[in-house]
Structures are given as structure tokens and as C-alpha cells.
């Protein structure tokens, strides 16, 4: 990968370029980490009209229509609760989030394949226990052998993550754009230097 290996797996809507809004969940978490639950500016400002959330912090900046001047929001609080899924669905991205981005042969970082510990010609499936995250050399040198054959190990064996797991990882790889509005509702349980 050319880029920085936490925005390649994302999308960015031109929305999200300027102005985002840190969108948090009723009890003032935000939705996800990992990509960080943020909205364009524009649905902010909808969703604050409907009566769906509430703003908690504003940009300096405003955006103005022919009656009316707004603050354009820089952090909102659904007024309803979403209750976080329990279940962690299976995807390329969540895979690569539980190993960090990281191959678990030889610990780089880029380049991110996946490959089947048990390879598939041998009758290994693709499930969580089975499947690691690879860069494309190792994936290349291990190829349809077996761990001890290839003379490779694995940093942590694979096994399937819970949610929360899941959502704490996704606190490690913070975006490239961070705004000061948005720190104390990101970090406010981290441990605070003396």
C-alpha cells in the first residue's frame, strides 16, 4: 500500500473532507472507532433540524441560507440509543483490525493479503480460527503448506474477536484528522499522564 495503511480500507465522501461531525451514541461513546463514526456536515445540521440529536460542540465556522445563520457542528449526540451489534461479521477489514494490520507471520505492516493457517487443499476453511492477516510475501512463502513445513510461526494464534475487542482495537488507529472538539468524547476513560 502507498498510502497510510489506517485510510486505505475507508471511504471518504466529499462530505467528510471538511467539517466532519463526531457522531456519539446516547450514552456519549461514539458508534465505532474504527472507521471513527463521523457524518458530513450536512447530515449533522439535518439530523439537529429533525430533532435526532443534539449538538455537543460547534466549528468556528457557520454556513448561512437566505433566513438563517448555523454553526456548522463538530460533535452530536443521537438522541435514541443504537445498541452496539454483538456479533462481529466475518469481513477482510474486521480481519485485518483483529491482527492490527499486521502480518501474523513476520509483523510488517502493508501489502495485506490473508491466508488460511490450514491451507484449503488440506481441508481448512475460511472462519475466524483459520484465517490470519499476511503480507503477500509470506503469503507467497507459505502457500498451500502446511505451518511446520513452510518453517514459519504465527505471532497469535487466530480465534474470533468480541465486538468490544473489536471496538477497543479500533481506538489504537486513529484517523488522520482528529479535531479538538472531538478528544474528550474519543479518549475520556484513557489513563492520564501525572
Not at 21 to 41: F, H, T
Not at 146 to 161: I, N
Request: glycine share 6%; charged share 25%.
Amino acid at each position: 500500500m502507498d498510502g497510510d495503511f489506517r485510510t486505505e480500507f475507508t471511504r471518504h465522501p466529499s462530505g467528510l473532507r471538511q467539517h466532519p461531525a463526531l457522531v456519539l451514541n446516547a450514552d456519549y461513546r461514539p458508534l465505532s472507532y474504527y472507521p471513527l463514526s463521523l457524518w458530513p456536515w450536512q447530515d449533522a445540521i439535518k439530523a439537529a433540524y429533525m430533532d435526532r440529536v443534539d449538538i455537543v460542540a460547534e466549528y468556528d465556522e457557520v454556513v448561512r441560507s437566505p433566513s438563517t445563520v448555523i454553526r456548522i457542528p463538530s460533535v452530536v449526540v443521537l438522541k435514541d440509543y443504537v445498541k452496539p451489534q454483538k456479533r462481529v461479521a466475518f469481513t477482510r477489514f474486521n480481519l485485518f483490525l483483529r491482527d492490527e494490520f499486521r502480518c501474523q507471520y513476520c509483523g510488517s505492516r502493508g501489502d495485506l493479503t490473508f491466508d488460511h493457517v490450514v491451507p484449503r487443499a488440506a481441508g481448512g476453511v475460511t472462519s475466524w480460527q483459520n484465517v490470519v492477516a499476511a503480507c503477500s510475501p509470506c503469503n507467497l512463502k507459505k502457500g498451500s503448506k502446511s505451518l511446520h513445513r513452510a518453517g514459519m510461526h504465527l505471532r497469535k494464534p487466530p480465534r474470533q474477536p468480541g465486538a468490544e475487542e473489536l471496538r477497543n482495537l479500533g481506538r489504537k488507529f486513529p484517523p488522520n484528522f482528529l479535531h479538538e472538539s472531538w478528544m474528550d468524547f474519543l479518549y475520556w476513560d484513557a489513563e492520564l499522564q501525572a
